[in-house]
């Protein structure tokens, strides 16, 4: 592709080339161009519905310490909590029976939740009620990985938040970008879809960077794609900066929007969120944007007080999830995108057809 001018006819990859430069374009309208092409592209492939999760998080302890997030364990200011089993498996179901397909447990790396533990609260929730369980704990083994997916888990998120190695172990310093990789790789083989994304506006992440990351969606053939701006939280070590724009991505709404264009543009029918962090910088058009920029998903807090104001990745600003029930956060919804709601369970269209592209390993051992 030339230039921005021949975006109308959007080829099925975008180079590396095209990609940066959209991301580092001002112009208002190629923007407004960009986003036009992944809401065309969005609506063939996905169709117009919104899916909703319910999003549980189950325990705020972790023993990683991610540089940039509330929860890492060497944050000793947080007040730590842990979901029981029972209260887990009454919130699934409360969230089924108001009307959520899908729940999403996540947590901080937390070992109390053994393989063991995890297995029963699936088979409990899956015994008791009709919802597709997603989870995000983390890094786990395969063979962990592989028990959860037979006791009726389906679908797991880790982002692998920037593919630029020095960058991600700069800022994860007990942690390897290609365990990351494998653990996806992974994922992909059990059979779970595949959710993965990452975190826009890192200190010290360039256009070029994210321009890779974007790249890597589609090489994986991510399910899912999750990116939300990095918000500065002044309990961790990452500090806030103001980066030089003509190098750095900057962690604003903007830079979020283009990457879900982009991300739709190049993987055509995968699952996008409004991600919360993008709604605690733009509660009031964040999610308005996003729809209109390629996304197709959202989640909803369903975490009980007192532990929801507890999980403090970010500083918590009021207002993003202060829809009480699912019926009054899809007429937020239907309302602000003019779109509706899905009452399905909301797969990824290849996964329920069958035309999933399985990408080679880069890695072939198991861990
Ligand atoms: N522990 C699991 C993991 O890391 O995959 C799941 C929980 S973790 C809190 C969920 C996501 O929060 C991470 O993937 C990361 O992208 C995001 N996150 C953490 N701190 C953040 C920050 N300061 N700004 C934006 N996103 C952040
Ligand atoms: Fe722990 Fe996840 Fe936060 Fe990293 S991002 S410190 S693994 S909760």
Same mark, same amino acid.
């Given at each position: 592709?030339?230039?921005?001018?021949?975006?109308?006819?959007?080829?099925?990859?975008?180079?590396?080339?095209?990609?940066?430069?959209?991301?580092?374009?001002?112009?208002?309208?190629? &923007?407004?161009?960009?986003?036009?092409?992944? $809401? @065309? %592209? *969005?609506?063939?492939?996905?169709?117009? #519905? +919104?899916?909703?999760?319910?999003?549980?998080?189950?325990?705020?302890?972790?023993?990683?310490?991610?540089?940039?997030?509330?929860?890492?364990?060497?944050?000793?200011?947080?007040?730590?909590?842990?979901?029981?089993?029972?209260?887990?498996?009454?919130?699934?179901?409360?969230?089924?029976?108001?009307?959520?397909?899908?729940?999403?447990?996540?947590?901080?790396?937390?070992?109390?939740?053994?393989?063991?533990?995890?297995?029963?609260?699936?088979?409990?929730?899956?015994?008791?009620?009709?919802?597709?369980?997603?989870?995000?704990?983390?890094?786990?083994?395969?063979?962990?990985?592989?028990?959860?997916?037979?006791?009726?888990?389906?679908?797991?998120?880790?982002?692998?938040?920037?593919?630029?190695?020095?960058?991600?172990?700069? &800022?994860?310093?007990?942690?390897?970008?290609? $365990? @990351? %990789? *494998?653990?996806?790789?992974?994922?992909? #083989? +059990?059979?779970?879809?595949?959710?993965?994304?990452?975190?826009?506006?890192?200190?010290?992440?360039?256009?070029?960077?994210?321009?890779?990351?974007?790249?890597?969606?589609?090489?994986?053939?991510?399910?899912?794609?999750?990116?939300?701006?990095?918000?500065?939280?002044?309990?961790?070590?990452?500090?806030?900066?103001?980066?030089?724009?003509?190098?750095?991505?900057?962690?604003?709404?903007?830079?979020?929007?283009?990457?879900?264009?982009?991300?739709?543009?190049?993987?055509?029918?995968?699952?996008?969120?409004?991600?919360?962090?993008?709604?605690?910088?733009?509660?009031?058009?964040?999610?308005?944007?996003?729809?209109?920029?390629?996304?197709?998903?959202?989640?909803?807090?369903?975490?009980?007080?007192?532990?929801?104001?507890?999980?403090?990745?970010?500083?918590?600003?009021?207002?993003?999830?202060?829809?009480?029930?699912?019926?009054?956060?899809?007429?937020?919804?239907?309302?602000?995108?003019?779109?509706?709601?899905?009452?399905?369970?909301?797969?990824?269209?290849?996964?329920?057809?069958?035309?999933?592209?399985?990408?080679?390993?880069?890695?072939?051992?198991?861990?």
């Amino acid at each position: 592709m030339k230039g921005h001018g021949t975006l109308e006819a959007v080829p099925d990859e975008l180079s590396a080339a095209d990609i940066l430069r959209f991301l580092q374009t001002d112009d208002p309208a190629v &923007i407004a161009h960009l986003y036009r092409t992944a $809401d @065309r %592209i *969005r609506a063939e492939y996905v169709g117009d #519905e +919104i899916h909703i999760r319910a999003l549980l998080n189950i325990s705020n302890y972790c023993i990683r310490n991610c540089c940039y997030c509330g929860l890492r364990r060497d944050n000793r200011e947080l007040v730590r909590y842990r979901m029981t089993a029972d209260e887990i498996v009454a919130a699934a179901r409360r969230a089924a029976a108001q009307g959520y397909r899908t729940i999403v447990l996540q947590s901080g790396e937390d070992p109390f939740f053994t393989e063991e533990i995890v297995c029963d609260i699936i088979a409990q929730i899956r015994s008791s009620c009709d919802i597709v369980i997603t989870l995000s704990l983390g890094e786990r083994n395969y063979q962990t990985l592989m028990r959860w997916f037979q006791e009726g888990a389906r679908r797991y998120l880790l982002k692998y938040e920037t593919s630029d190695p020095t960058l991600y172990q700069a &800022i994860h310093p007990d942690m390897q970008f290609q $365990d @990351r %990789i *494998r653990m996806l790789e992974n994922l992909k #083989e +059990i059979g779970y879809q595949t959710g993965t994304g990452i975190i826009v506006g890192l200190p010290g992440q360039t256009y070029a960077s994210v321009a890779d990351d974007i790249l890597l969606f589609h090489k994986f053939d991510a399910d899912m794609i999750a990116c939300g701006p990095f918000i500065y939280n002044p309990k961790t070590p990452l500090c806030q900066t103001t980066p030089d724009r003509q190098r750095y991505i900057q962690p604003d709404a903007v830079s979020v929007y283009k990457v879900i264009a982009l991300a739709r543009i190049m993987t055509r029918d995968t699952l996008i969120p409004a991600t919360t962090a993008l709604r605690m910088i733009t509660p009031r058009d964040g999610v308005r944007m996003a729809f209109q920029a390629g996304a197709n998903v959202i989640m909803h807090n369903v975490t009980p007080q007192p532990y929801a104001a507890l999980y403090e990745i970010y500083p918590q600003q009021a207002g993003v999830d202060q829809f009480p029930t699912r019926e009054a956060f899809v007429s937020f919804l239907e309302s602000a995108t003019g779109r509706t709601v899905s009452h399905g369970y909301g797969d990824r269209r290849a996964v329920v057809e069958g035309k999933r592209r399985h990408p080679e390993r880069q890695h072939v051992a198991r861990p």
